[in-house]
């Protein structure tokens, strides 16, 4: 069986310096960082910000389009309401009750 090495607490290495530094400068420690992720996220999202504004300018160019041409010229006006009346009166005039049958020995005839 093998021994582990005995490395006493605080021995030093090569970013011993460094860390002694960041200790006394927190900059170093946290704002650095906290810029960096700063101006990395500001990018990124500026990036991800214009992607959503082509993708929506691309689609109102489409419906652009169809209005160029004129296909919406003997089209009438959608108004909900009148959509729900309608299908209200079609809805009572046009059903019949209908048994279906039941599956044998169920008890009901």
Known sequence: MGTFQNKPYGQQNVFSPLAAQAKKKPFLYFGLPFLGIMVAGS?????????KFDHRDRRHTKVAKEDALGMDKNRRKLSLQEE????????????????IQRPPG????
């Open 84 to 99: 729900y009346f309608r299908l209200q009166a079609d809805a009572d005039d046009e059903w019949e009750q209908v048994r």
């Open 106 to 109: 169920s008890g009901e005839k």
């Open 43 to 51: 990018f990124g999202l500026a990036q991800l910000t214009q992607t």
